[in-house]
């Protein structure tokens, strides 16, 4: 088997595996989860082969059916598409893990849909199956934000829906303009013809600002993101945290491939406009997410708003459009994943077992739960970007970005983000580990009220804080408390461990982005 | 394909894809119903799609037959109008799914209906329905 058969087993696998649970299902639960478990270990293992074969060989380029790349389908793993890859099947993984609620076949099915669509995404090398599989993912995220019981879900489901396939298609009508300038719809012909067509031009312009904006809803960028609170706060933990870490940098990852594999740098500065209002729409994002997150109490909605804060300064290295820059951003799309997706993991923990759902919930949790809370301190660090985790690199390449390029604005904003989330995420970490004690019982009691009618789907047998911290596996089976923690954990070590290896992770990035620019 | 459809017919079909967009989009937007909500968005994604296949016109095109003689239109814009009408239609089929789900829930399609039952809810028993509380603001 050679380099080009492995890539497009990237999407084949869990596309044609997501069939294996919905049959499967109809004999044992049990199995069918094994399965999905197993599918998505594979899927990591492929796309860790496929990495290696990419910094051994380069980027690979393979296409569907042997038709011309023009007309046909075109994959192209390079080493941003397989890192993105990895990060896609780690995640999905760990999510999947972090949660050991009973799930349906028709949803476990979703779960491999939602993968297939989201390496789809990060290996196409054509705009428009771009948009089918951007359709694909965002298909299964909304069946899966829905899957929760009640009428909470359905609603924000909708609305997710509603919003993101009005982005989604905006996005094809900008593909669209784009194929009536140049004739083609293959990203490595669409550079060279869009320049042909005049970087200036009407048809140029309009293309990617559609496309621009129809991304910017999948991102959640500021005036954009109202559905993002409702979907993560009312869709299961599980699902919660895998759309956390994947579902908005997937879109990130399309806007930085559009824009600088598509548009090229040289369009940005050929049509400076677009240009200033990428920078002001990103700057608005990181402000507004950051009040709006400082405002909250829902913690599920409190750390929606700061992905829309943290996505807005991965506009601000696309529009900034240096290296420096860029490598942040590109660091900050998978630093983000990483904490968003623990801290969503551990969320999903602290309402399960403790029926805590907001900020003052949260209260005197840490002594109850040492090591989850640990790792919630560790993955917020890096959320307010302080040294030495991953956020900090991400952030502290942008500010070295912005100030080389001159922009001292950008470069404030970025300042203005770490306060800003300091104050948000520091709130979580303050009640998490020195909030009162007092009242912590009777809270807990309405907690339990509350739970005992919403999510009477979870454990059964886990009585929400009966449980003594620490030690809260030997009794119930184990499994079922302490994945997430081990998820929880796993995901606080990457974001030190890749903050310490920051430079490791930007020299990766390195070939990709001298490419272009 | 660097040929617009510029003609007469060219603009018209144009008028037709942006009043489409706009018609779609404005209902989408402003409709109470639920499902109208979604009829609107099937009318703006319409309106996208034509938009395709307008940027297949060539004057005097026949259909893209490899027996036939030219000029032929472009036959690529249609596969895409296939693939994304496939689309289309799923996420369709789950908008009206989920708005099944609302309806057992309600007893209506109507959103602002909805927000009335949910405010209601909220405010009667805001220990009992936190999560509808919460998600309010929807």
């Given at each position: ?390 956020g900090f690199a991400s952030k502290w390449y942008l500010a070295l970005g912005a100030v080389e390029a001159g922009s001292w604005a950008v470069a404030a904003v970025v300042v203005a983000s770490t306060l800003l989330s300091l104050a948000y995420a520091g709130r979580v970490v303050e009640r998490l580990y020195l909030g009162t004690a007092t009242g912590d019982g009777a809270d807990t009691a309405t907690a339990d009220g509350r739970r005992d009618g919403r999510d009477a789907v979870g454990e059964p047998g886990t009585a929400p804080g009966s449980v003594p911290s620490g030690e809260p596996a030997t009794t119930d089976g184990g499994r079922p408390f302490r994945s997430p923690l081990v998820v929880a954990a796993v995901a606080a070590a990457l974001v030190v461990g890749l903050g310490l290896a920051s430079t490791a992770l930007a020299d990766w990035f390195a ?7 | ?138």
């Open positions: 088997m050679t380099a080009g058969d492995l890539l497009p087993m990237l999407v084949a696998l869990p596309l044609l595996a997501a069939v294996v649970p919905l049959l499967v299902a109809r004999r044992s639960r049990r199995l069918a989860r094994a399965a999905t478990v197993a599918v998505l270990a594979a899927q990591v293992a492929l796309a860790t082969a496929v990495a290696r074969l990419v910094l051994v060989e380069g980027p690979i380029g393979y296409v569907v059916g042997a038709i011309p790349a023009a007309f046909g389908i075109g994959l192209l793993a390079d080493r941003l598409a397989v890192a993105m890859a990895v990060l896609v099947a780690v995640a999905a993984l760990g999510a999947f893990l972090g949660d050991r609620s009973p799930r349906t076949g028709p949803e476990l099915a979703l779960w491999l849909l939602l993968v297939a669509g989201l390496t789809g995404v990060v290996v196409t090398a054509d705009v428009f199956n771009l948009y089918v599989f951007l359709e694909i993912s965002g298909l299964a995220a909304y069946a899966l934000v829905a899957s929760a019981r009640g009428a909470d879900a359905a609603l924000a489901g909708l609305h997710y829906l509603l919003v993101g396939t009005v982005g989604a298609t905006l996005y094809l009508l900008g593909v669209g303009y784009a194929f009536v300038a140049t004739g083609t719809l293959a990203m490595a012909d669409l550079a060279p013809a869009l320049a042909a067509a005049g970087h200036g031009s009407t048809l140029v312009v309009a293309a990617f600002v559609l496309m621009a904006v129809g991304l910017g809803v999948k991102l959640a960028l500021f005036p954009l993101h109202a559905w993002k609170p409702d979907a993560y706060a009312a869709a299961p933990p599980a699902v919660a945290a895998v759309l956390a870490a994947l579902g908005s940098t997937v879109a990130g990852y399309a806007l930085v491939r559009v824009t600088f594999d598509v548009f090229t740098v040289a369009f940005l500065e050929a049509v400076p406009t677009v240009r200033t209002l990428l920078l002001a729409v990103a700057a608005a994002s990181v402000v507004a997410g950051g009040l709006l997150a400082l405002r909250e109490t829902d913690v599920r909605r409190l750390l929606a708003y700061s992905s829309v804060s943290q996505f807005g300064l991965v506009g601000l290295g696309i529009a900034l459009a240096t290296p420096l820059a860029v490598t942040g951003a590109l660091v900050g799309l998978v630093g983000h994943a990483v904490a968003k997706g623990g801290l969503f993991v551990a969320a999903g923990t602290f309402a399960r077992d403790y029926g805590a759902r907001t900020v003052d919930d949260y209260a005197g949790l840490a002594a109850r739960t040492p090591a989850t809370g640990a790792a919630v301190a560790v993955l917020a660090v890096s959320l307010v970007g302080l040294p030495p985790t991953v070939p990709v982005v001298e490419g272009w620019l | 394909m660097s040929e617009l459809p510029l003609g007469v017919d060219g603009w018209l079909a144009h008028v037709v894809f942006a009043l489409l967009v706009g018609v779609g989009l404005f209902v989408l937007i402003d409709d109470e119903n639920l499902v109208k909500k979604v009829v609107g968005l099937n009318i703006f994604q319409t309106g996208v799609f034509l938009f395709f296949v307008t940027s297949a016109y060539r004057a005097d095109g026949r259909a893209p037959l490899v027996a036939g003689e030219g000029p032929f239109v472009n036959p690529l814009p249609h596969v895409l109008v296939l693939t994304a009408i496939v689309v289309g239609v799923s996420v369709t089929a789950v908008a009206l799914a989920l708005i099944v789900r609302l309806y057992d829930e309600y007893g209506t399609v109507r959103l602002d209906v909805i927000r009335d039952a949910r405010a209601e809810a909220a405010t009667a028993g805001p220990e009992s329905t936190d999560g509808d509380a919460t998600g309010g603001s929807a």
